[in-house]
């Protein structure tokens, strides 16, 4: 392995496709976070219904016991440098502006994934 990539962190693109209403939005955010406690750089690309987590209010009381209540485990991602981009399609479909979703959320088309895929990164889907 070469001394450059020794020295930067893996990166992990995280993608979300369910919602508040589904348990695997809690795992995929833990999981993400735990990501980011390993050393990686961690994205979340949400679509779908995985875009509602991020309009603003939306997680406030989702909470799926034993793990952290979504909003919390949401806040630590974003609080520690995690990356989440929401489909821009899927927010359109939803009538999501920039404007609805939660500070430090950013629309973003696939082609920013992809580049971390090309890249190297690993990935998940929930």
């Known amino acids: 392995m070469s001394d450059n990539a020794a020295s930067s ?12 209403d589904h348990e695997l939005s ?56 995690g990356t989440i981009w929401a489909c821009p399609p899927c927010a359109k479909a939803r009538g999501y502006t920039q404007e609805d979703l939660m500070p430090g959320v950013t629309i973003q088309g696939a082609s920013a994934m992809h580049e971390r895929l090309k890249a190297g990164a690993a990935s998940l889907s929930f």
């Open 26 to 81: 809690s795992v995929a955010f833990t999981i993400a976070c735990g990501g980011i406690t390993a050393g990686m750089k961690v994205y979340a690309f949400l679509v779908s219904s995985g875009v509602d987590l991020v309009r603003r209010r939306a997680v406030d009381i989702t909470h799926v016991p034993p793990l952290d209540p979504l909003k919390a485990l949401i806040d630590d991602f974003l609080a520690r440098g």
């Open 9 to 20: 962190p893996r990166e992990l693109v995280v993608m979300v496709t369910r919602g508040t």
